[in-house]
């Protein structure tokens, strides 16, 4: 039986609303969900993505700058090695820099401007406390503007979401 | 899609995505059109075959009226008109 104090009051006015969680670091990762969560703002929607675990590193100051693509157990990779050759030093630095070729001849923005144009948006960045925690990051090392947050804050943001994705 | 006719004084922007990907012209029209008054005139041009499904999405999500789609080749021109605040 649900208590009448559990029941969320929505807004019929209020805007739509999009919760993402992106729990991977590596660069062609980063793209879907500040994709999606820029293109939510620009439809007056309001978004927010919670980075966890390795998705983390999308939302830290300096690794968010070396994101790379993995060459090993990557089978769609930019460049398509057996693993045993995608495993030898410099695969990962090969395919990291053909992503970054191939979107950047589609005149696509890098990461970091990604997260410049969704925060200008407004968009929400909620860093998972436990992941800190666990790997030993502090708020100084995220780009400014971060709400650190635990699972229970993030699922209060996105029991009223319309859209709920994990990326 | 057809509206009413527009008048000669209708403020109109046009906002040029060639060669531009999702979600660039969907970010660069969302930025125009919050900028707009009601009844202002976006004029969208796209190379990306996404965008004859997004920006009509783009317009309902929005609250903005799609007035024209025009595809000459693989251009397409879109005539938005902003909607009312809300």
């Avoid at chain 1, 693993?83 to 589609?106: D, E, F, H, R, V």
């Avoid at chain 2, 012209?25 to 707009?36: D, F, H, I, T």
Wanted: glycine share 10%; net charge negative.
């Amino acid at each position: 039986m649900i208590a009448e104090d559990d029941a969320v009051p929505t807004d019929p006015s209020a805007p739509r609303r999009l919760a993402l969680v992106a729990s991977k670091g590596t660069l062609d990762q980063a793209y879907p969900p500040l994709i999606l969560a820029t293109t939510a703002a620009s439809l007056g929607w309001e978004a927010g993505i919670y980075f966890t675990f390795y998705g983390l590193d999308i939302i830290h100051r300096e690794r968010l700058e070396k994101l790379k693509v993995a060459s090993l157990a990557n089978p769609a990779g930019p460049i398509r090695l057996p693993n045993l050759i995608g495993a030898l030093p410099g695969a990962t630095l090969g395919a990291t820099a053909m992503m970054k070729k191939w979107m950047s001849n589609a005149a696509m923005p890098t990461v970091p401007e990604f997260i410049e144009m969704a925060s200008g948006l407004g968009v929400r960045f909620f860093a998972c406390a436990t992941t800190m925690g666990v790997m030993g990051v502090t708020a100084g090392d995220l780009i400014d503007g971060c709400d650190i947050a635990g699972a229970a804050a993030f699922l209060d943001y996105a029991a009223t979401a319309d859209v709920q994705l994990f990326v | 899609m057809s509206g009413p006719a527009f008048r000669e004084s209708t403020p109109r922007l046009t906002l040029d995505c060639e060669g531009l990907l999702c979600p660039l012209p969907v970010y660069k029209a969302g930025l125009a059109l919050s900028r707009m008054s009601p009844g202002d005139l976006l004029e969208l041009v796209s190379t990306d075959p996404g965008s004859l499904a997004d920006v009509p999405a783009m317009a309902r999500q929005r609250g903005d009226h799609l007035r024209s789609v025009v595809t000459e080749g693989d251009r397409h021109v879109f005539l938005l008109e902003k909607g009312p605040a809300r």
